[in-house]
């Protein structure tokens, strides 16, 4: 008996320790500028303010504002599932999140057309490999291609 008590401390403790939390809703607005790429997700009376994680904006403002257009002009109005990986904002004013569509990540065509760059030395990179990798995976494709801040003239 007092064994699984003890498991089920363990258990409570851990699942209590989790930090993502899951906010679906509608894409209501989106913004950049210090903080990253920012999202409005609202869901009835209920709003979040959300930013891409494990990414980073372009140093180019001209890029910046062509990324802005593109992520409102796809995904306004949108019914997007906000994973939101840390609920403290630390300095910045949104939360860290993975933003999907229909099941795919919404990071990855805008860092596979070159709007975005993988930021690798995030402080989540280690606790999400996988989406690091497929984030890379994406870059690459920027890269190879020399799109966006990947373009010839760019580099």
Known sequence: MRNIFILVLILSMMIGCQSE???????????YGVDGLSFNVKNGDTEKKVRLALVQLPKDEVLEREMGRKAFN???????TATIIDSAKEKYLSAPAFLT????????????????????????????????????????????????????DEN
Do not use: C, M
């Open 101 to 152: 569509l229909d099941d795919q990540d919404i990071a990855i065509p805008l860092i596979e057309e070159g709007y975005l760059r993988v930021d690798e030395d995030s402080k989540y990179a280690e606790k999400y490999p996988e989406k690091v990798k497929a984030y890379l995976d994406a870059q690459e494709v920027a890269q190879k291609n020399e799109l966006g801040i990947w373009g010839a």
């Open 74 to 80: 796809s995904y306004k109005g949108h019914t997007v």
């Open 21 to 31: 939390e899951v906010f679906h809703g509608d894409v209501d607005g989106v913004s």
